[in-house]
């Protein structure tokens, strides 16, 4: 359902406080609606509706789920826009000092004739530089999104913002024994699966070898399903991809043990083969999907398989994407606690702890954990370009030019939107947890309500459930990481629900793809010049340095992860380029 709305002067007349549309999907739909007097039955919206009608935007935060809303108040001309708490249903609009345009649909909202595609250059910028974040701001100018868990109020003279539901940190420990974290992460784990399973006959689940994956999967198994279809990505010759003691490259061999214990799932590989090569994004794609992607050297991979899985007919398909965030945290935020509380010998035993865990030295660990968090973040970008990191800076690797980052004064509209281009040694995590599941998790709020649409299937991730998530702030930083073993809670939670080889997996799965196979570097090198003939470009990107990558593009660009991160971000380039020219086309 597509919702939009010119001036409200014009659109409400004669209908006093209307509701112009919305969408929702309600878990607690039934409980809520015997709250406010609905008949049962009654559409989710309208559930919605009574809600705030009775208690005002207090009220949306008993709502769980997924919605966007908008109310008109023709008494106070007042326009009232908002949506749910998590990653669930988009809302944008537009305004001016007469009217404004709203839709749930972002192409629908760029349709309207009176809504100019223009850019905005220093979100553009931004994302070429790695902040994929933002809140509320979208590439367009002038176009706004609503934030999640975020009453948004327009009138002819103004626009506020209103947070609405806040996690709740408790002041106190919730128990005293361990396993009542474990039994109680379970039981939100399983209510979190049954609510995504609502009205949800047919699914499919993209899955891994992963803890997140097993969470998810063994929680459907045990629920008597005859057949889960799982799709996963491999490589195409079994055990290639890296082999580490940080990382391994094939989910084979994990689904395989998973399938062992539990017959009902059934996976489907999936390879690069089996995804080709693409073309470049051509104005067709952008009109149906109006916005850049993110990593679209690694995005490519993905399109075939979303098409795979629409075509066999699903129409909801699970994931489990929130999970580092909420049940497999890895307790990053430990050591800094324990400095805080002052715990100097606690904080020297959990270093050792983890750097045993992860073959390190406690110094290491210290410094990753405790020290670099405290400097300052000139010290923090000069220590990185010393060490190597691979951390977001505007300057590492970027493809826009250092003078457009200074002024478009990036650097500053990151900190006051409250973005931190270095998270792995932020001090605050739940602060950042929060932010990363609810407030940007990497432009989920735009591109995954317009993929689905594309596709035609609803995304949904029981490991983003809001319940669970509330709880996860809530476990001890200790249960994350007990005795050194990183994401202990999920172990924890898992075992005996999921094989061994999950379980006791310190490395990480990384799901080795070549992305390179559908580039063409002389193409790459034809849109270089056409980038260096165009004004905007040519003033936002770094032409002769993106030159010279084309010319001189590697025999295997992928020999090594600094090289292939680096031709990625050119990839990327020239791909934001093309969606420069196609939004140009659209104002001619």
Same mark, same amino acid.
Request: aromatic content about 8%; overall charge neutral; proline content about 7%.
């Given at each position: 359902?597509?919702?939009?709305?010119?001036?409200?002067?014009?659109?409400?007349?004669?209908?006093?406080?209307?509701?112009?549309?919305?969408?929702?999907?309600?878990?607690?739909?039934?409980?809520?609606?015997?709250?406010?007097?609905?008949?049962?039955?009654?559409?989710?919206?309208?559930?919605?509706?009574?809600?705030?009608?009775?208690?005002?935007?207090?009220?949306?935060?008993?709502?769980?789920?997924?919605?966007?809303?908008?109310?008109?108040?023709?008494?106070?001309?007042?326009?009232?826009?908002?949506?749910?708490?998590?990653?669930?249903?988009?809302?944008?609009?537009?305004?001016?000092?007469?009217?404004?345009?709203?839709?749930?649909?972002?192409?629908?909202?760029?349709?309207?004739?009176?809504? /100019?595609?223009?850019?905005?250059?220093?979100?553009?910028?931004?994302?070429?530089?790695?902040?994929?974040?933002?809140?509320?701001?979208?590439?367009?100018?002038?176009?706004?999104?609503?934030?999640?868990?975020?009453?948004?109020?327009?009138?002819?003279?103004?626009?506020?913002?209103?947070?609405?539901?806040?996690?709740?940190?408790?002041?106190?420990?919730?128990?005293?024994?361990?396993?009542?974290?474990?039994?109680?992460?379970?039981?939100?784990?399983?209510?979190?699966?049954?609510?995504?399973?609502?009205?949800?006959?047919?699914?499919?689940?993209?899955?891994?070898?992963?803890?997140?994956?097993?969470?998810?999967?063994?929680?459907?198994?045990?629920?008597?399903?005859?057949?889960?279809?799982?799709?996963?990505?491999?490589?195409?010759?079994?055990?290639?991809?890296?082999?580490?003691?940080?990382?391994?490259?094939?989910?084979?061999?994990?689904?395989?043990?998973?399938?062992?214990?539990?017959?009902?799932?059934?996976?489907?590989?999936?390879?690069?083969?089996?995804?080709?090569?693409?073309?470049?994004?051509?104005?067709?794609?952008?009109?149906?999907? /109006?916005?850049?992607?993110?990593?679209?050297?690694?995005?490519?991979?993905?399109?075939?398989?979303?098409?795979?899985?629409?075509?066999?007919?699903?129409?909801?398909?699970?994931?489990?994407?929130?999970?580092?965030?909420?049940?497999?945290?890895?307790?990053?935020?430990?050591?800094?606690?324990?400095?805080?509380?002052?715990?100097?010998?606690?904080?020297?035993?959990?270093?050792?702890?983890?750097?045993?865990?992860?073959?390190?030295?406690?110094?290491?660990?210290?410094?990753?954990?405790?020290?670099?968090?405290?400097? /300052?973040?000139?010290?923090?970008?000069?220590?990185?370009?010393?060490?190597?990191?691979?951390?977001?800076?505007?300057?590492?690797?970027?493809?826009?030019?250092?003078?457009?980052?200074?002024?478009?004064?990036?650097?500053?509209?990151?900190?006051?939107?409250?973005?931190?281009?270095?998270?792995?040694?932020?001090?605050?995590?739940?602060?950042?947890?929060?932010?990363?599941?609810?407030?940007?998790?990497?432009?989920?709020?735009?591109?995954?309500?317009?993929?689905?649409?594309?596709?035609?299937?609803?995304?949904?991730?029981?490991?983003?459930?809001?319940?669970?998530?509330?709880?996860?702030?809530?476990?001890?930083?200790?249960?994350?990481?007990?005795?050194?073993?990183?994401?202990?809670?999920?172990?924890?939670?898992?075992?005996?629900?999921?094989? /061994?080889?999950?379980?006791?997996?310190?490395?990480?799965?990384?799901?080795?793809?070549?992305?390179?196979?559908?580039?063409?570097?002389?193409?790459?090198?034809?849109?270089?010049?056409?980038?260096?003939?165009?004004?905007?470009?040519?003033?936002?990107?770094?032409?002769?340095?993106?030159?010279?990558?084309?010319?001189?593009?590697?025999?295997?660009?992928?020999?090594?992860?600094?090289?292939?991160?680096?031709?990625?971000?050119?990839?990327?380039?020239?791909?934001?380029?093309?969606?420069?020219?196609?939004?140009?086309?659209?104002?001619?």
């Amino acid at each position: 359902m597509v919702d939009t709305g010119p001036a409200p002067a014009e659109a409400s007349a004669g209908r006093p406080n209307c509701i112009h549309g919305g969408r929702a999907f309600l878990h607690n739909g039934e409980e809520m609606a015997g709250r406010v007097g609905v008949p049962a039955g009654a559409p989710p919206i309208a559930i919605v509706d009574a809600v705030f009608a009775m208690r005002g935007p207090a009220g949306l935060a008993d709502l769980r789920g997924t919605f966007s809303f908008v109310h008109w108040d023709e008494s106070g001309r007042r326009l009232t826009l908002t949506r749910d708490c998590g990653r669930g249903e988009a809302l944008h609009f537009f305004r001016t000092p007469d009217f404004v345009v709203f839709a749930t649909h972002l192409p629908d909202l760029l349709a309207h004739p009176d809504v /100019p595609r223009e850019l905005d250059e220093a979100v553009l910028a931004g994302q070429a530089a790695g902040n994929v974040h933002q809140r509320q701001r979208t590439i367009y100018r002038g176009i706004e999104r609503v934030p999640s868990r975020t009453v948004v109020t327009v009138t002819r003279e103004t626009i506020a913002h209103r947070i609405y539901w806040q996690p709740v940190i408790a002041a106190t420990a919730l128990y005293s024994r361990d396993e009542d974290y474990v039994e109680r992460a379970r039981e939100l784990l399983d209510r979190a699966v049954d609510r995504v399973l609502k009205g949800a006959p047919k699914f499919a689940v993209l899955a891994s070898g992963g803890l997140d994956s097993a969470a998810v999967l063994s929680t459907l198994a045990r629920r008597g399903i005859p057949i889960i279809p799982c799709y996963t990505l491999v490589p195409e010759q079994p055990g290639a991809g890296p082999s580490a003691s940080f990382a391994y490259g094939d989910e084979r061999p994990k689904t395989e043990a998973l399938a062992a214990m539990y017959p009902a799932l059934q996976f489907h590989y999936w390879t690069a083969a089996d995804s080709r090569a693409h073309a470049p994004p051509d104005e067709d794609d952008f009109e149906r999907w /109006p916005l850049p992607q993110f990593n679209i050297s690694r995005a490519r991979l993905n399109y075939p398989l979303f098409r795979a899985i629409s075509d066999a007919g699903y129409p909801v398909v699970l994931t489990g994407t929130a999970g580092n965030l909420s049940l497999s945290w890895a307790g990053d935020d430990l050591l800094a606690q324990l400095l805080g509380r002052g715990s100097i010998l606690e904080l020297w035993r959990a270093a050792r702890a983890s750097a045993r865990y992860r073959s390190s030295s406690t110094l290491r660990v210290l410094a990753h954990s405790v020290f670099l968090p405290l400097l /300052p973040d000139a010290a923090k970008e000069l220590l990185v370009r010393l060490i190597g990191e691979g951390a977001r800076l505007i300057d590492a690797r970027s493809p826009i030019r250092p003078e457009i980052a200074r002024e478009l004064r990036l650097r500053e509209q990151w900190q006051e939107d409250g973005y931190d281009p270095l998270p792995r040694w932020n001090r605050r995590a739940a602060a950042f947890r929060i932010a990363r599941m609810i407030d940007r998790p990497y432009m989920m709020h735009d591109q995954g309500p317009v993929l689905d649409a594309i596709y035609g299937f609803d995304r949904r991730d029981p490991l983003a459930d809001r319940d669970l998530f509330e709880f996860c702030l809530n476990v001890p930083a200790r249960l994350y990481r007990r005795d050194g073993v990183e994401r202990w809670l999920a172990r924890a939670v898992l075992a005996g629900r999921a094989p /061994p080889e999950i379980v006791g997996e310190r490395r990480r799965g990384q799901q080795h793809i070549p992305w390179s196979a559908g580039v063409a570097p002389p193409a790459i090198a034809e849109e270089v010049e056409r980038m260096d003939r165009s004004l905007l470009a040519s003033r936002l990107f770094d032409v002769p340095r993106l030159r010279r990558m084309a010319s001189d593009w590697p025999d295997d660009v992928e020999t090594d992860e600094t090289t292939s991160r680096s031709y990625m971000a050119l990839d990327q380039a020239m791909y934001l380029f093309r969606f420069m020219r196609w939004v140009g086309r659209g104002n001619a």
